[in-house]
């Protein structure tokens, strides 16, 4: 089951996406092992609101998630939210087996190596994907760790509940753009060896390399929606709203 579903159908978790850009609300329910829509929201946020995954303006931030909640009216105040950024990190590892007590603490050492800020102002957890078999016995542990500022993810579940919500997890985004994937009855995780899911946001872009259901590899890049309306301002003369307003209603990346 999803995290940012419920078994409960009267009252559906609220999915949040806080974009530097604009804040996503959507609610859904599940069908017959499918998704099904029941409520969506979106708002546009001061530049300079959120930055990185950091949350600059908090008030003006709050009152955008209880607007939301109230104009588009959604059931209940349990939401999940995800935090991305250049900071958020998704990598696998290998270790050696160990004691279940012991591996907590070799991880943690593990996963140091690679991160951008210090470790104790990290929030991380792991997954064990599988075990390594060597010489008919299991060596080695294939291990997916997923990482965030503390910082950002302790103020983050804050800032909702000013908003008067209640935030059930936080997560890193590359398991959310993932855990989608797995609702669309036309893909299949067992049919595809190692492919891209890429989401372009407002200011950053994530490529997330998935084999068998399981990210192998994220990276965010500084560039996104707001670089392409740019890009069209800047070619047709344009003032940015009127760009935009070309990039929502006519542009098509699916062309060559």
């Known amino acids: 089951m999803s995290a940012w579903l419920s078994r409960n159908k009267k009252t559906p978790v609220i999915g949040v996406d806080l974009g530097s850009g604009f804040i996503k609300m959507a609610q ?27 949350i600059e303006k908090t008030k003006e931030t709050v009152e955008i998630l209880k607007e939301l909640i109230s104009f588009h009216s959604f059931i209940g105040n349990r939401i999940v939210a995800n935090v991305s950024g250049q900071l958020v990190v998704a990598k696998e590892i290998i270790m050696d087996v160990l004691p279940e007590n012991e591996l907590d603490e070799a991880v ?36 997916l760790v997923a990482s965030a500022p503390l910082e950002v993810v302790e103020l983050t579940a804050e800032l909702f509940k000013m908003a008067n919500l209640d935030p059930v997890a936080v997560e890193v985004e590359p398991f959310s753009i993932l855990r989608l994937l797995r609702f669309d009855p036309e893909f299949s995780f067992e049919n595809e060896v190692l492919f891209p899911v890429i989401n372009i946001g407002y200011n950053y872009t994530s490529i997330n390399m998935v084999d068998k259901g399981m990210v192998r590899f994220s990276r965010t890049i500084p560039t996104g929606g707001r670089k392409i309306t740019d890009s069209i301002a800047s070619a047709l003369g344009k003032s940015f709203e009127e760009a935009e307003e070309i990039k929502i209603k006519e542009l098509d990346l699916t062309k060559e």
């Open 28 to 54: 859904f329910k599940e069908e017959q092992n499918s998704l099904k829509l029941v409520n969506f929201g979106v708002l546009s946020v001061p530049e300079g609101a959120i930055v990185e995954g950091r």
């Open 108 to 143: 943690k050492w593990e996963i140091e190596k690679f991160l951008p800020f210090p470790m104790d102002k990290a929030a991380f957890d792991y997954q064990i994907l599988n075990e390594i078999i060597e010489e008919g016995r299991v060596n080695k542990l294939n291990i």
